[in-house]
């Protein structure tokens, strides 16, 4: 019936004298790049997010050691805790009491002004060659109806703080506690 051209059949197979195409085509090519690009992008963006949060995170840890550390020395001078009322270390002094270096140590009253101006030293990273915390501003409240002591610590986290998604209050760390 048919009668074979070996020409057409030649055609059908592929290009005009058999040649078959092998490999990618440059639009292949071009659109695999534009994906691999894409999901770069996006692992660099996760990299860089997680390097935030894992800044945030230890600010966060140092303004937990310096806020419990003046709760653990306002217990240890309990006494003289009123003394530490309204205390804010922006624009405290940083000087040590002269008891700081006598051989019979402070008495009760002077380890409060200790207390107060070495905890602005490591706040405000007075004397140390590390920065504990960026900006740091730290305060203590007492509410005598309820005999509860707040510490605060405050810091400036500059790489977040022109970011769309920062949390109110991110920047801060309170402890409250009683005597």
């Known amino acids: 019936m048919f009668k074979k051209n070996p020409q057409v059949f ?4 592929g290009r005009a004298g058999g040649q ?3 490999g ?9 790049l534009f994906i691999l690009a894409i999901g770069l992008l996006g692992l660099a963006s996760l990299l860089f997010e997680g390097m935030l949060n894992n800044q945030g995170a230890y600010l966060r840890t140092q303004a937990s ?3 419990y ?3 653990d020395r306002m217990r240890a001078n309990k006494d003289q805790a009123t003394a530490y009322d309204n205390f804010t270390t922006d624009g405290a002094s940083t000087a040590l009491p002269a ?3 006598q051989a019979a140590g402070c008495s009760a009253a002077g380890l409060v002004d200790y207390d107060k101006a070495a905890w602005t030293r490591q706040i405000q990273n007075v004397g ?3 920065t504990m915390i960026p900006g740091g501003i730290g305060t203590i409240s007492h509410d005598a109806a309820t005999n509860t002591y707040t510490i605060s610590v405050q810091w400036q986290e500059g790489s977040r703080s022109n970011a769309a998604g920062q949390i109110a209050g991110d920047n801060s760390y309170t402890v409250s506690f009683t005597l």
Do not use: H, P, Q
């Open 10 to 13: 030649r055609l059908v197979k």
């Open 24 to 32: 990618f085509t440059l639009i292949e090519i071009l659109v695999t």
């Open 128 to 130: 140390s060659n590390m």
């Open 99 to 101: 008891c700081a270096s």
């Open 69 to 71: 550390d003046m709760a």
């Open 65 to 67: 050691i310096l806020a």
């Open 20 to 22: 078959r195409e092998k």
